[in-house]
């Protein structure tokens, strides 16, 4: 296939190569879920990183060269991953892997990361397992999801509420979520009222919100996928309980919010980003601009999540230079220190992948926005 020919693949059951554009001079892969639970989030995240990859390609691209973001779909299945991973490192022998989505899911591709020297830029999942000990190919730009549930949990305290129950999926981003919800209980003194796992693709909701009426909960922290958490707290509601409910920061999109309808004026989302309207960050109003330039009427949090990420790409293919491989990105990544992506500052090291570690709360307002 030549480097003019415009391409898109769709089949049923398989990866779907999603945005077909011209090929690029650098290549770099992505799988995430842009169909199934997580699809809303994962299309705005991805959004928000197309904005840079697209202004930075309309002035020249990067040391003169296009940059190509080819995007397969995997359904939030972790077996879909490692097979749509393999793909693009072997078969489109892409430089980079970038924005994957969920963490059993990026656990599934790490064997594939290493046994090529692949470095994977900017996993939209906060789990711990890939921060510490440190995974050599990945390069967190977002904040742990142990710090977000933490900080959830310290909150509820302040504000007087102490009859808490966690919900949490039953894979390894839920328990990454309790361990640190577990956290705050600890700095707070308190203990859960309840602890609950919930099936990750089909959360059982006539099993789970009993014990938390039951339990008289003041709070539910809910650790689950967007379409997960909206639909339990409208089987909260549908049983009577007025408990607040907060959930971390994966949700953080407009599609979430659209997804909670009437029921999601007082919803707590963490956040790792600061706020998607503040001109206080350059960074932030940077994004704006660049979303009004193309039409987009705002920005969410998640797209900020995006946006960031493909600063840290682009400004990583900039220091590998004219001819990029995978070890030159992987070098360039471990020496980006003190890199201002417009007030804040990110950090890579050989002994520190974590990059930021931002954490901040929001609340859904009646008319359907993110408030700090």
Known sequence: MNGCKWMRWWAAGAAV???GAAWGQIVVGQTAGFSGPVAAGVKETTDGARLWIQHVNARGGVNGQKVELVSLDDRFEPKQAAENARELIEGKGVVALFLTRGTPHTEAI??????????????STGAMVLHQPVRRHVFNVRATYQREAEKAIVHLHTLGIE???VVHADDSFGRDGLEGANKGFAKSGLKAVAVLKADRAKPDYAQLVPPLVQARSQAVVWIGSGSAVADGVKALRTAGSAAQVVTLSNNASSGFVKSLGDQGRGV????????ERSYA??????????????????VSPAMLEGFAAGKVLMEALRRAGPKPTREKVQAALESMRRFDLGGLELNFSPEDHTGLDFADLSIVTAEGRFRR
Request: hydrophobic residues 50%; charged residues 15%.
């Open 110 to 123: 790490l064997p594939l990361l290493d046994q090529h020297g692949v470095p994977l830029v900017a996993p």
């Open 163 to 165: 009859r808490i129950a």
């Open 17 to 19: 190569l999603l945005a």
């Open 281 to 298: 960050y350059p960074f932030v109003k940077e994004a704006m601009e660049l979303a009004r330039e193309q039409g987009l009427a705002e």
């Open 268 to 275: 707590i989302v963490t956040q790792v980003f600061p706020y």
